[in-house]
């Protein structure tokens, strides 16, 4: 991981995991870029709530341990505990968009609309 919370991957594609200060302090507006399926995704600071909530207890299987946060696993989306739906987005301005969160899952981790063939990779 770079200083944005960004690296390259196999593919040589440059993404975040995380949102960076380098975008979030900027103060020029909510958008950050947009996701495979062509919406937007924005950051708003705390105004964008997920509603994923950490598990309780202990996983069943794989490493085992209690549910912390590590796994994807370790997490379980509950409607209405936040104001963004299962994919991180919600409406802005009478249109759909994602949002990027401050807690996880921090981007989109699902999509709405049909992503372009261009991420789907080489056939």
């Known amino acids: 991981m770079d200083h944005a919370n960004a690296h390259v991957d196999k593919r040589g594609l440059y993404h975040y995991h995380a949102?960076?200060?380098v975008w979030t302090g900027s103060g020029q507006g909510s958008l950050?870029?947009?996701a495979a399926d062509g919406f937007e995704i924005h950051y708003v600071g705390d105004r964008a709530q997920s509603a994923y909530q950490l598990k309780s207890g202990t996983r069943s299987g794989g490493p085992g341990g209690r549910h912390d946060g590590t796994y994807v696993?370790?997490?379980v989306y509950k409607a209405g505990s936040g104001n963004?739906?299962?994919c991180n987005g919600a409406m802005?301005?009478?249109r759909y968009v994602y949002f990027a969160t401050?807690?996880?899952p921090f981007f989109p981790r699902c999509f709405k609309g049909t992503v372009s063939r261009d991420f789907l990779g080489r056939p």
Do not use: V
């Open 19 to 21: 949102p960076a200060d």
């Open 32 to 34: 950050i870029g947009y």
């Open 73 to 75: 696993q370790d997490w």
């Open 84 to 86: 963004l739906d299962a």
């Open 92 to 94: 802005l301005d009478g």
């Open 102 to 104: 401050d807690s996880y």
